[in-house]
């Protein structure tokens, strides 16, 4: 029988997934899937559980880097793996990116924790261009969630020009397109200021922000997408607020006062007026989570939190869309294995005073530093939902048999134990990739509502058991692509996937109904039916 799970419905058709506390398993460390033939998936905690099996330790090896957060070793620490500087034969690491052709070297069953590519959204100005190329392509009002901006040296023309257009508008903010921490930031209200140093992202500043207690604010929002083809993203419920340490003033004589016009806690930190906040639930200091922001404004302002976080999650799926293309074909011409890559992005984002959100900038390896009670309230659950979501398998032993450890973990029935990489395979048959063309060819969504899911195929299958998996660990996070509305953001992307269209239709059907689903699933893997795979000497394509 599929385990029992509770369906919780959340504004805006978002359905959260909670499962019963009693997991269908004989150890605390492990969780099963919802499949059968389907192997387990190693149980992430922040705090310390029984160990597991010495012969299943053996084989939990996480690569650390210089960069790890503590936050990040904290879990991987409590959940039994062995973190080592140097291992070649490591199942996780959290680290730094790196260059597209490394993603190569990768073995199907490591997991990184960027995908190829995310420059494209990192980087400021790879940002703005791609979001430029959304505004040509579909209007400038679709697409206007970040401020305008220019790219120095090659749009200094066209900077100049529109500079001497907006005098009654004349503030812009100055930045190098790969800084973080408010380095190198400054504001300009003159031509002549605009430094010589090369090159620049200049960008129109938010001259009306939306202030509380007379402070400038903005939104570190944690977005995690553990998959490009199909598009799957989940935003967490819980971020971070950080304020200015200096009250909001628009007289250019303060333009030079970063404490007042930058909201970077690195930054503002080193203010002797900064005021730290321990307390998640308290709305004081320089620094708030995220539900607490939310219940200030419901209680004091009267704001509209469910129009509020409609407008985030439409400025979250639109900025994800932009670099959609480019990330799926590098995606597809370096990772072996779908089971690779994911990420945690940081979104900055900051409201006007008419509440309007704006995107400020994408952060691809967000601070997780902790410094306060409030910090690790907020970064500690969002590791384990994380690395809980992107389902990490036991490595596969040359040493134990499935059978083996089904004994030691005092299991009954052998069920298979270690990765399987048939699940996760790019390659498809010639039916399969048959069945992509036939229904990438209908643009009506009701021509394939129905008949997507009439006749699933192996590959089929395997997506939405992944998928399904997935919804069994949200935790604090909620799934915002996809969804039974988020089929009207198909018009943007710059081309339609096999796989998106898949699991809209899987949520038409079964959103309401997910055991239905899972009930369906479970009887195709009883046949082992997911296992059918493409040789690779078959005529087969690669996703």
């Known amino acids: 029988m599929p385990r029992r799970c509770i369906l919780k419905r959340v504004p805006g058709d978002m359905t959260k997934r909670v499962s019963d506390k009693n997991e269908n398993t004989v150890h605390p460390g492990i969780r099963r899937s919802l499949f059968p033939n389907v192997p387990p998936y190693i149980k992430f905690s922040n705090r310390v559980l029984k160990?597991?099996?010495?012969?299943?330790?053996?084989?939990?090896?996480?690569?650390?880097?210089?960069?790890?957060?503590?936050?990040?070793?904290?879990?991987?620490?409590?959940?039994?793996?062995?973190?080592?500087?140097?291992?070649?034969?490591?199942?996780?690491?959290?680290?730094?990116?790196?260059?597209?052709?490394?993603?190569?070297?990768?073995?199907?069953?490591?997991?990184?924790?960027?995908f190829p590519g995310t420059f494209q959204i990192g980087r400021k100005d790879y940002l703005w261009k791609n979001i430029q190329h959304m505004k040509t392509r579909h209007g400038e009002r679709k697409f206007d969630i970040m401020p305008t901006t220019y790219v120095l040296p090659q749009d200094k023309k066209s900077f100049r020009v529109m500079f001497e257009k907006s005098r009654q508008d004349p503030y812009w903010i100055v930045k190098p397109p790969a800084s973080y921490r408010g380095d190198g930031?400054?504001?300009?209200?003159?031509y002549k200021q605009l430094p010589k140093m090369s090159p620049l992202i200049v960008q129109r500043y938010i001259q009306n922000p939306f202030l509380i207690n007379g402070h400038k604010f903005d939104l570190r929002l944690y977005v995690?997408?553990?998959?490009?083809?199909?598009?799957?993203?989940?935003?967490?419920?819980?971020?971070?607020?950080?304020?200015?340490?200096?009250?909001y003033s628009a007289d250019p004589r303060t333009l030079n006062d970063r404490y007042m016009h930058l909201t970077n806690y690195s930054v503002n930190k080193f203010n002797e007026k900064y005021v730290t906040n321990s307390d998640a639930e308290a709305c004081q200091g320089h620094k708030w989570t995220l539900q607490s922001l939310w219940k200030f404004l419901e209680r004091e302002r009267q704001v509209n939190i469910?129009?509020?976080r409609q407008s985030l999650n439409d400025l979250v799926i639109k900025t994800m869309i932009s670099v959609e293309d480019p990330l799926n074909k590098l995606s597809?011409?370096?990772?072996?294995?779908?089971?690779?890559?994911?990420?945690?992005?940081?979104?900055?984002?900051?409201?006007?005073?008419?509440?309007?959100?704006?995107?400020?900038?994408?952060?691809?390896?967000?601070?997780?530093?902790?410094?306060?009670?409030l910090d690790e309230a907020v970064k500690l659950p969002l590791i384990n939902d994380t690395l809980n979501i992107v389902g990490?398998?036991?490595?596969?032993?040359?040493?134990?048999?499935?059978?083996?450890l089904a004994a030691e973990l005092g299991?009954?029935?052998?069920?298979?134990?270690?990765?399987?990489?048939?699940?996760?395979?790019?390659?498809?048959?010639?039916?399969?990739?048959?069945?992509?063309?036939?229904?990438?060819?209908?643009?009506?969504?009701?021509?394939?509502?129905?008949?997507?899911?009439?006749?699933?195929?192996?590959?089929?299958?395997r997506h939405l058991i992944v998928y399904e998996d997935e919804l069994t660990q949200l935790g604090s996070f909620e799934k915002i692509f996809p969804t039974t509305e988020t089929h009207k953001y198909?018009?943007?992307?710059?081309?339609?996937?096999?796989?998106?269209?898949?699991?809209?239709?899987?949520?038409?059907?079964?959103?309401?109904?997910?055991?239905k689903g899972i009930e369906l699933l479970r009887n195709l893997c009883e046949q082992k039916f997911h296992l059918r795979v493409a040789r690779k000497n078959e005529a087969a394509t690669i996703l």
């Open 51 to 114: 160990p597991l099996p010495r012969s299943i330790r053996r084989l939990m090896r996480w690569k650390d880097s210089r960069i790890t957060p503590m936050v990040v070793r904290r879990v991987v620490k409590n959940t039994g793996f062995l973190i080592k500087d140097e291992c070649a034969c490591w199942s996780g690491t959290w680290t730094n990116q790196i260059k597209c052709v490394e993603y190569k070297n990768l073995h199907d069953h490591q997991k990184f924790n960027h």
């Open 185 to 190: 930031i400054k504001i300009i209200h003159k």
């Open 224 to 247: 995690l997408v553990t998959s490009i083809n199909p598009l799957r993203i989940f935003l967490s419920e819980n971020g971070l607020v950080r304020f200015a340490s200096a009250k």
């Open 306 to 308: 469910e129009h509020l």
């Open 332 to 373: 597809c011409n370096h990772l072996r294995s779908r089971y690779n890559a994911y990420e945690l992005f940081g979104f900055d984002v900051i409201f006007d005073s008419n509440m309007k959100p704006w995107l400020l900038e994408v952060n691809v390896s967000p601070s997780l530093h902790s410094s306060s009670l």
């Open 392 to 404: 990490f398998h036991i490595p596969v032993s040359k040493k134990f048999t499935d059978e083996e």
């Open 411 to 461: 299991e009954t029935s052998v069920n298979p134990l270690f990765y399987d990489n048939r699940m996760y395979t790019p390659l498809i048959t010639k039916n399969e990739k048959f069945k992509h063309y036939s229904f990438l060819n209908k643009f009506n969504r009701n021509d394939y509502l129905d008949k997507i899911l009439s006749d699933l195929t192996p590959d089929d299958v």
């Open 490 to 515: 198909f018009k943007y992307f710059d081309k339609l996937r096999y796989h998106n269209l898949l699991l809209d239709a899987w949520e038409a059907k079964y959103h309401n109904s997910r055991d």
